[in-house]
T-cell receptor, first 111, second 113 residues
Framework: GDSVTQMEGPVTLSEEAFLTINCTYT??????LFWYVQYPGEGLQLLLK?????DKGSNKGFEATYRKETTSFHLEKGSVQVSDSAVYFC??????????FGAGTRLFVKA | NAGVTQTPKFQVLKTGQSMTLQCAQD?????MSWYRQDPGMGLRLIHY???????DQGEVPNGYNVSRSTTEDFPLRLLSAAPSQTSVYFC????????????FGEGSRLTVL
C-alpha cells in the first residue's frame, strides 16, 4: 500500500541555518504530495502542496519539489527562525479517500 | 470563522468506560475524518465520511464507531475504552472527496487508565 517515510528527528538548528527535511514515498499511480506543520498544542495546518511531477510547492519561505524519478518531496528553507520550531509531516493522497501521513519530524530552532 | 471544532480538549477515562468525541465544521465540507496521533507513528486514519449518511473504515477502526447524520457533525464513539486508545485525536475535513487538503481541529487528548 501507499506509504510515506520521513527522516527521524529531532532536528536542531541555529537561527538562520538552512533546513532540509527528507521525505520519500511509495504509491501506485500519481499521488498529490503535501507538507503539513503542527505548532505546539495545535492541529495540523497545510504548509504547501504539489500535485504533479516537477511541481514546486512554496509557502512562508519553505519549498518542496515533487521528484517522481526519486519518489521524493524534500522540504527546504533557506534561513530558519525560532518561530519555525514545530513538527513537520509529509503526506500523500492518491485520489482516494485516504491521506497517508509520515511519522513527523520535530524541528527545534535555537536563537 | 470557527473552522473545525473538537470537544472536549482533554478527557480521562477508566478502562471500560464509553465516551464520544465531538467534531463540528462550519465550512460545508463533504469529507470528514478522524485520525489518532501517537509518538513515532504519525497520524493514522480511524474512520472517514464522504457525506451525510456515508461512513467507512480507515486504517485503525477497531474499538471506534462513527455516524454522520448531518454535513456539519462527525462524532467519534469509543465503545469500551482501553489503555491502547490513549492518544491525541484529530478531526479533519475537506471541501471535496478528499483532495488531500485537510483542515484540522485542535485535537482531543484522551487518557485511558
Amino acid at each position: 500500500g501507499d506509504s510515506v517515510t520521513q527522516m527521524e528527528g529531532p532536528v536542531t538548528l541555529s537561527e538562520e541555518a538552512f533546513l532540509t527535511i527528507n521525505c520519500t514515498y511509495t504509491a501506485t499511480g500519481y499521488p498529490s504530495l503535501f507538507w503539513y506543520v503542527q505548532y505546539p498544542g495545535e492541529g495540523l495546518q497545510l504548509l504547501l502542496k504539489a500535485t504533479k511531477a516537477d511541481d514546486k510547492g512554496s509557502n512562508k519561505g519553505f519549498e518542496a519539489t515533487y521528484r517522481k524519478e526519486t519518489t521524493s518531496f524534500h522540504l527546504e528553507k533557506g534561513s530558519v527562525q525560532v518561530s519555525d520550531s514545530a513538527v513537520y509531516f509529509c503526506a500523500l493522497s492518491s485520489g482516494g479517500f485516504k491521506t497517508i501521513f509520515g511519522a513527523g519530524t520535530r524541528l527545534f530552532v535555537k536563537a | 470563522n470557527a473552522g473545525v471544532t473538537q470537544t472536549p480538549k482533554f478527557q480521562v477515562l477508566k478502562t471500560g468506560q464509553s465516551m464520544t468525541l465531538q467534531c463540528a465544521q462550519d465550512m460545508n465540507h463533504e469529507y470528514m475524518s478522524w485520525y489518532r496521533q501517537d509518538p513515532g507513528m504519525g497520524l493514522r486514519l480511524i474512520h472517514y465520511s464522504v457525506g451525510a449518511g456515508i461512513t467507512d473504515q480507515g486504517e485503525v477502526p477497531n474499538g471506534y464507531n462513527v455516524s454522520r447524520s448531518t454535513t456539519e457533525d462527525f462524532p467519534l464513539r469509543l465503545l469500551s475504552a482501553a489503555p491502547s486508545q490513549t492518544s491525541v485525536y484529530f478531526c479533519a475535513s475537506s471541501p471535496a472527496r478528499n483532495t488531500g487538503e485537510l483542515f484540522f481541529g485542535e485535537g482531543s487528548r484522551l487518557t485511558v487508565l
